[in-house]
């Protein structure tokens, strides 16, 4: 993997979409590759990595809030209209930064990014090929009506922003999830009762039409475990020899 790679984060808030950056970040260092992380959201009050790039240089929600008397979900909103103001200038500072790869920490409201202008317009105007890591927190995968409205919306994902989305279950060193998952893949939805069984089995068939087969990558920003697979399931992306069954 020669060319630069931006892995823009993507996930549901308190999903460990921040951690990852800087644990993914890490790993990938310790392996020799070069690293650049961004910060694209405006709201963040901390972050636990060193950022190339923050967007809190142009906008942040706290200020909005009080000069503008906003309350939080006004000032994300006119944060992201601040943002899709000046993407073309965004958009090339954060070019500037060289790297084997760049990790893009996105909005802790996806939303935000994905619905709005700011996601899709700065990813395609960011060069490099991309990729989006959908991290999944193993609290919204307790039962089998989970799983076809998470794989639902990594499709949304992959449509908005144009782009091969992963799945990703974090904090996997805490909850152990990933084994659950997959027992929930195996339950028919036939066999959950009632209209929201029904509903999730005509999701689930659609899904199933529709979406890449990919294997869940379990993850844990605490250990470590499952950087490596995460690692090597980015490669395959852009390796026509690649196999993420």
């Known amino acids: 993997m020669l060319q630069l790679i931006n892995i823009y984060i993507v996930g549901p ?3 460990g979409k921040s951690t990852l950056v800087q ?3 890490s790993w990938m260092e ?3 590759y070069s690293v650049s992380r961004v910060n694209l959201d405006p709201g963040a009050e901390l972050i636990c990595y060193p950022a190339d790039f923050d967007i809190r240089e142009y906008v942040i929600v706290t200020e909005l ?4 008397q906003l309350g939080p979900n006004g000032a994300l909103i006119r944060a992201a209209e ?3 103001s000046r993407l073309e200038e965004i958009s090339k500072r954060i070019g500037s930064y060289g790297a084997d790869f760049r990790i893009l920490d996105t909005p802790g409201q996806m939303e935000i990014f994905l619905f709005r202008g700011f996601g899709p317009s700065l990813v395609s105007k960011i060069t490099g090929r991309s990729v989006c890591v959908f991290t999944i927190d193993p609290s919204l995968a307790l039962t089998r009506l989970d799983v076809p409205v998470i794989k639902l919306l990594a499709l949304v994902i992959e449509l908005r922003l144009g782009i091969p989305t992963l799945e990703v279950m974090t904090k996997s060193d805490i909850h152990g999830s990933a084994a659950s998952w997959q027992t929930f893949e195996g339950v028919p939805l036939a066999q959950v009762e009632g209209l929201s069984g029904e509903l999730a089995s005509s999701l689930s068939s659609v899904v199933g039409e529709l979406e890449k087969k990919r294997r869940l990558i379990p993850v844990s920003s605490k250990t470590g475990e499952g950087m490596e697979g995460l690692y090597k399931a980015i490669g395959e992306l852009f390796c ?3 196999d993420l069954t």
């Open 65 to 68: 809030m009080r000069k503008e």
């Open 30 to 32: 310790s392996k020799g």
């Open 240 to 242: 026509s020899c690649g």
């Open 13 to 15: 808030a308190g999903s």
């Open 23 to 25: 644990s993914l970040g």
């Open 82 to 84: 601040i943002v899709e």
